[in-house]
């Protein structure tokens, strides 16, 4: 099989594996309990959050908050600040490029009154910063801006955008960091609070990682035991915590050398497509490594999925929560990408499991591909 559907989900690792299963059959207790074993529980807890500090921002403490993944990290972050600032600044920006765990929940909060502006997007996917800037008054209490788009690949200015948000301090910037963590060298000194989810980086599903400047910002979304600073009740699950913090530690271990894989990999199968009429590239050159977006015109992108499948070659269409909602892709529409090219693509995402020889049997196999739908192509 030649999985290239990373952006997905990827291969647990052996170690975050073993580390989930060492601690469940070790420190099983609860943290929350007052005894020597919750005590030793709690510390450890402790320790994971104080240690996911100095593996991704050893410069600016933030409030670690663990969650199931980015969906629910997502929600807290967004609806917490948003009702915090609903009385003086009820303004939010986003873009139409967001996943929907923000795009929803960004609808949802109109919904409850909250003023939604959209920020335009530049042709090769960027947030339009110029329009960005004029979005911004007194009342914007909320920005939210994915860093690496889960689609096409292309990266953000977060930098930029910390910068423009200087001259509003009531406006906090979220950053949905889902496919950015140990794919490229992330810069985050100045976000206000972060979303993260292992799955994307070799862990587990079920991982997930809000980070906050500052945890009182927070109205709580649940309610219950009064958990991880009664932002996210329920009984820690310790394992999957450690465990989270081993999957962050081998993809930052490695991202020099990933980067450069993952980037050759990218240039090669470029280069590859670039050789066959009718296939186009829609993802920009200065992208993450991992993600390759590309268009059959004139055929659509589930009948490619599927033809990619019966050769055990495992692609997207457009990302896997929206492959079947069978609508336009609204990124790619965002982007001015022409309706065959939006119709007929399809995601190849990489990862570490990915090999010079699934390249080489890609390659090899999508001869096949390309001779049974070459009639059709524009
Ligand atoms: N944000 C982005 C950019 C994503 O790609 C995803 C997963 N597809 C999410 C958020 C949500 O992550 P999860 O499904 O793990 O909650």
């Given at each position: 099989?030649?999985?290239?559907?990373?952006?997905?989900?990827?291969?647990?690792?052996?170690?975050?594996?073993?580390?989930?299963?060492?601690?469940?059959?070790?420190?099983?207790?609860?943290?929350?309990?007052?005894?020597?074993?919750?005590?030793?529980?709690?510390?450890?807890?402790?320790?994971?959050?104080?240690?996911?500090?100095?593996?991704?921002?050893?410069?600016?403490?933030?409030?670690?908050?663990?969650?199931?993944?980015?969906?629910?990290?997502?929600?807290?972050?967004?609806?917490?600040?948003?009702?915090?600032?609903?009385q003086?600044?009820?303004?939010?920006?986003?873009?139409?490029?967001?996943?929907?765990?923000?795009?929803?929940?960004?609808?949802?909060?109109?919904?409850?009154?909250?003023?939604?502006?959209?920020?335009?997007?530049?042709?090769?996917?960027?947030?339009?910063?110029?329009?960005?800037?004029?979005?911004?008054?007194?009342?914007?209490?909320?920005?939210?801006?994915?860093?690496?788009?889960?689609?096409?690949?292309?990266?953000?200015?977060?930098?930029?955008?910390?910068?423009?948000?200087?001259?509003?301090?009531?406006?906090h910037?979220?950053?949905?960091?889902?496919?950015?963590?140990?794919?490229?060298?992330?810069?985050?000194?100045?976000?206000?609070?972060?979303?993260?989810?292992?799955?994307?980086?070799?862990?587990?599903?079920?991982?997930?990682?809000?980070?906050?400047?500052?945890?009182?910002?927070?109205?709580?979304?649940?309610?219950?035991?009064?958990?991880?600073?009664?932002?996210?009740?329920?009984?820690?699950?310790?394992?999957?915590?450690?465990?989270?913090?081993?999957?962050?530690?081998?993809?930052?271990?490695?991202?020099?050398?990933?980067?450069?894989?993952?980037?050759?990999?990218?240039?090669?199968?470029?280069?590859?497509?670039?050789?066959?009429k009718?296939?186009?590239?829609?993802?920009?050159?200065?992208?993450?490594?991992?993600?390759?977006?590309?268009?059959?015109?004139?055929?659509?992108?589930?009948?490619?999925?599927?033809?990619?499948s019966?050769?055990?070659?495992?692609?997207?269409?457009?990302?896997?929560?929206?492959?079947?909602?069978?609508k336009?892709?609204?990124?790619?529409?965002?982007?001015?990408?022409?309706?065959?090219?939006?119709?007929?693509?399809?995601?190849?995402?990489?990862?570490?499991?990915?090999?010079?020889?699934?390249i080489?049997?890609?390659?090899?196999?999508?001869?096949?591909?390309?001779?049974?739908?070459?009639?059709?192509?524009k």
């Amino acid at each position: 099989m030649i999985y290239f559907d990373n952006a997905a989900t990827t291969q647990p690792h052996k170690d975050v594996l073993d580390s989930f299963v060492k601690v469940n059959e070790s420190v099983y207790f609860n943290p929350n309990s007052p005894h020597k074993m919750g005590l030793q529980a709690e510390k450890i807890l402790l320790q994971a959050k104080e240690r996911i500090n100095n593996f991704l921002s050893p410069t600016q403490q933030y409030d670690v908050i663990f969650t199931s993944g980015a969906t629910e990290s997502n929600n807290i972050a967004l609806k917490g600040i948003a009702y915090r600032k609903k009385q003086f600044a009820n303004e939010i920006i986003t873009s139409v490029l967001e996943h929907p765990s923000v795009l929803e929940v960004m609808r949802h909060l109109e919904e409850e009154g909250f003023i939604l502006k959209y920020v335009d997007v530049t042709e090769d996917g960027q947030i339009d910063m110029e329009h960005l800037a004029s979005l911004m008054t007194d009342k914007v209490g909320l920005v939210t801006c994915m860093y690496v788009n889960n689609i096409m690949g292309q990266i953000q200015p977060i930098e930029q955008i910390v910068e423009l948000l200087k001259e509003y301090p009531k406006a906090h910037i979220h950053v949905d960091a889902v496919q950015a963590l140990g794919k490229i060298p992330m810069k985050i000194q100045g976000v206000n609070s972060l979303s993260f989810s292992g799955h994307k980086f070799n862990g587990l599903k079920g991982q997930g990682l809000l980070l906050i400047d500052n945890k009182e910002k927070l109205e709580p979304i649940m309610h219950g035991g009064g958990q991880e600073y009664g932002l996210r009740s329920g009984t820690v699950n310790l394992a999957m915590n450690v465990s989270l913090v081993k999957a962050i530690a081998l993809a930052l271990d490695n991202l020099g050398e990933r980067h450069r894989r993952l980037s050759s990999f990218n240039k090669e199968l470029r280069t590859f497509f670039e050789n066959y009429k009718g296939i186009y590239i829609n993802s920009p050159e200065n992208g993450a490594p991992q993600i390759l977006n590309i268009a059959f015109s004139g055929v659509k992108g589930e009948v490619l999925v599927n033809a990619f499948s019966k050769l055990d070659i495992m692609v997207s269409t457009t990302s896997a929560c929206s492959s079947k909602r069978g609508k336009l892709n609204e990124v790619l529409l965002a982007m001015d990408i022409r309706e065959d090219k939006i119709e007929g693509s399809i995601r190849l995402s990489l990862g570490d499991t990915t090999t010079a020889q699934d390249i080489e049997s890609f390659k090899k196999k999508f001869e096949i591909i390309y001779s049974e739908v070459k009639e059709l192509l524009k």
